[in-house]
């Protein structure tokens, strides 16, 4: 198991270290090919930028490779990338053995690649960004010379992409969700669905509540999952106050019946709006318990849905 975490903190780790690459020359002209390149550069970016303290010990070159070679798998790693970051890294991630540099940093590349490649894809956007011109980006970035976009200008472009993606992605799963068996549209357009209808009381906005939830993104990828809670600590999630969450639990949860279970979709305003880049939430919800407010949150700083 701390071998398996160890490799996801990898994935998000990486590289640098021959610099002595040539510079591509390349023009960028339109819209995508800006944007194509600051994606990839911003790929780079998340792994120079996330501590590793052997990040110069890499191989600048096999991370490229990597990266370049994954571009169009959703597979991170493979056994044999798994055992040359253990040897490379030790069983607890706090070795590193030159021998296994060369493979390692490939491996490391193979990871950036396919994080890259795979949530781009899930979002449906593959065919927006130009892959030649995001390799050029992320080896750029690499040696921090990702200098052909402006920096306001890059990380504007690539904000404003993920907030028009997110909203049409938001868009689908809401009309999705309308399909849904025992489903109907309540207050600010979100979608109610009952699983399991309780048989007690409902809040209001300024109720304690007790429930349990997993939250999951408009790609359904499991974004939280407030069950581990209890396995971890042998209790449910301490209760929440409906007017300390997200407006769309607020609204929900006066609709909602104790001892219920639902799943709501939130449409992205009123979730986290422009702070998550406009992303629409989609919530499994047990509803334990609920009561005036004091009577059930604690007040100890508590688990929010994120």
Known sequence: MRIIAFIAVVAVLASCGSKNADEETVELKTFKDKL??????????????????????????????????????KEAVDSDCRNSLTKLYGPYGQDFDTVFVKKGSFCIGRIAGSVFYTGWSKKGVLNQIDMKLAKIGFKHALLKKDTLVDKQLSMKMMKDFLVSINKKTGEKMLASAKKGSNARVIDGGIVLETI????????????DISANYILTSAEGDTVENSFQYKIQNGTDLPAMNLGQVIQ???????????????????????????????????????????????????????????
């Open 248 to 306: 769309g639990w607020t609204i929900a949860f006066q609709q909602m019946k104790k001892g219920g279970k639902y799943r709501i979709s939130v449409p992205w305003n009123l979730a986290y709006g422009e702070q998550r880049n406009c992303e629409s939430l989609k919530f499994y919800i047990e509803f334990n318990d609920y009561g005036p407010k004091g009577t059930l949150k604690k007040e100890e700083p508590q688990m929010m849905p994120q």
């Open 196 to 207: 399991e209808e309780g048989t007690g009381g409902s809040p209001t906005a300024t109720d």
């Open 36 to 73: 194509s390149y600051s994606l990839g550069a911003e790929q780079a970016k998340m792994i120079t930028e996330a501590g590793d303290p052997n990040l110069d010990r890499l191989n600048f070159d096999d991370i490229v490779l990597g990266f370049n070679s994954n571009l169009n798998s």
